[in-house]
């Protein structure tokens, strides 16, 4: 009976052991992200990049103004994007593209109306890299962090317009990608 006292201590203690070595490892990673994403050229909030313009979306989520919000957004470009997914002719694409905008518009009021995202208050955001998408269209890699220190990863479709660059969506993320 001891002796499985003994063993049972001894595997607790080995496993709060590697508990605590996880954590500084995770701590000491965390630390390093930080430092390579704090080196990062800054990101100016206006529509002249990418980047800007998910900026000037976050902000509209701080102040909670919906028709900023929708400002920044492009339903047109993510509505093609949706129905380039769909089989189906390009005369019905052609078609269906402004009821699709304004069902995609009038989703994301909706969804804003219900509820807003919380974690923007104190969050700052980075930007590692842009590539091209689709004509137009480029993915941007963000990582956010937020204001309990953690750290938010997001992939978000922006399209060049007549006025600056617009933000299409957020792509979805799967789980077993890496975070």
């Known amino acids: 009976m001891v002796i499985l006292l003994l063993v049972g ?24 992200l930080l430092a390579e994403l704090e080196a990062l050229p800054p990101v100016k909030a206006d529509f ?21 919000a929708v400002a920044c957004r492009n339903f047109a470009a993510e509505a093609r994007l949706w129905l380039q997914e769909r089989d189906m002719s ?39 890299k842009r590539e091209p998408f689709a004509e137009g269209v480029v993915v941007v890699s963000e990582i956010t962090l937020r204001a309990d220190r953690s750290f938010l990863r997001q992939q978000i479709l922006a399209a060049e317009t007549a006025n600056g660059w617009r933000v299409v969506t957020q792509l979805p993320s799967y789980p077993g990608e890496p975070a």
């Open 90 to 128: 390009q005369q019905l694409k052609d078609e269906m593209l402004p009821k699709v905008t304004r069902t995609m518009e009038k989703s994301f009021r909706d969804g804003m109306a219900n509820r807003w995202p919380v974690h923007w208050d104190g969050a700052k955001s980075y930007f590692q």
């Open 9 to 32: 201590i001894a595997g607790a203690i080995y496993y709060a052991y590697h508990e605590v070595l996880a954590r500084r490892e995770n701590r000491r990673k965390c630390k390093a």
């Open 48 to 68: 002249s990049t990418p980047e800007g313009a998910i900026l000037c979306l976050e902000e509209t989520y701080r102040r909670r103004d919906i028709e900023a």
